[in-house]
């Protein structure tokens, strides 16, 4: 695969608003049972045109994501479906989906309609419902549970199953692959690989325990404690988060939620019009590949890099923060040596040292990740755009990051298929 060389946007497009749901789970919640997908996306845009200070008539045009529309709320077009939940009803809009990577593309998307010069003010949101289903032919505030056997049905509708077999090697098996291979190519023994795994998931779990909108709050070492443990270590490799293949434990798996997230953005030149700290998007880079194969998240992730870095025209010693989709834990890691923002001769050191929590010289996922702060599929993305964008205002509190963040990377992977990676600046 040649490497694609792109072109800056034709006009400077800026982050102006944000807004994202807390990452629950409906079922089971007298609080929150019975809301709709609309609704969340619905909350996420609203809250995200008042961060921005702008009304529904300002906005130009919107874009709706959801990973797997047709199986998680019996619709084809949800964007259509979710307008009048926040004023939109008659407004341009369309519909995406690119599984688990549609909250990453849907920045890019909107930016791109912005740079093309045809609007000003674009809203991007994604929302999903990813731990209840529809109840069939009700009202769509009517929801169930479902066994991960269900889900699982779903999956085979986003791998390329001309020239692969997807899932049917198990579930497991594939998600082991990458750490593996990590452990291959950094001669880590298995024990050792272990730990990192397990490091990884108390991260992200440290970082979520201050972010009032994850799903999961509790830290190991309190998990730990109750369970009577002398460590949060301890606990990970004991049966109570038991191995689920060679090197995966149940700690490095998603956290299923609901939830959504939204953007607002606008051409730079406007944007100090609405707020006094615009969040620049420097530029993205994307690649498709058949990411199942662990060989070919690596390829497609160091595609997508290396086209943002050509685009923002900087380098990897610029990135103060860094996020990865991580519904398998050791994307995060691999990714960030990919992008060099770890060390790729030993970028685990820095987990195992707890120098990747929000507290950390190099934070990543400081809202928790997805084995923490909870993944809601097509909005995990704009949840962490959020996240990166309240940090690099400084408007995290107790989990804001040590260094005021100047220049932050995102890089998203889902549904087998979508690579991306994208920089933002402090304006």
Known sequence: MNHTQLRPYSRSVSIIGVGCTPFMEILGSPETEGLTEGELFGYAALEAMKDAGVEPKDIDYYFHG??????????????????????????????????????????EIAVMAVASGKYDIVLSGSADMGASLPVEGQPAHKRRGFSLEEFNTS??????????????????????????????????????????LCAMAINNRYNASKDPLAKLRQTYDEVAKEKGFSTAMEFMQSPFNPKIGDYMRVSGLEERSEGAAAVIVCPTEIAYKYTDQPIVVLGTGSSALEASNPHLERRATREACQQVYDIAGIKPEEIDLFYANDFVITSHLDAAEIAGYLPQE???QYVLEGRTRFDGDKPINTNGGRTSFGHAHAASGLADIYEAVKQMRGECGERQVKKLPKTAMLRGFGGGQNVSATILRKG
């Open 66 to 107: 959801q990973a797997n529309p047709n199986f998680v709320s019996e619709y084809i077009t949800p964007n259509m479906q979710v307008a009048n939940w926040f004023g939109m009803k008659g407004k341009g809009s369309m519909h995406h989906s690119e599984a688990c990577c549609t909250g990453y593309l849907a920045l």
């Open 346 to 348: 030993n970028g685990y």
């Open 155 to 196: 999956l085979k509708y986003i791998y390329d199953r001309a020239y692969t077999r997807g899932m049917q090697a198990g579930m497991y098996t594939i998600f082991d692959d990458l750490a593996a291979l990590y452990a291959r190519d950094h001669k880590l023994e298995a024990d050792t690989m272990d730990q990192v």
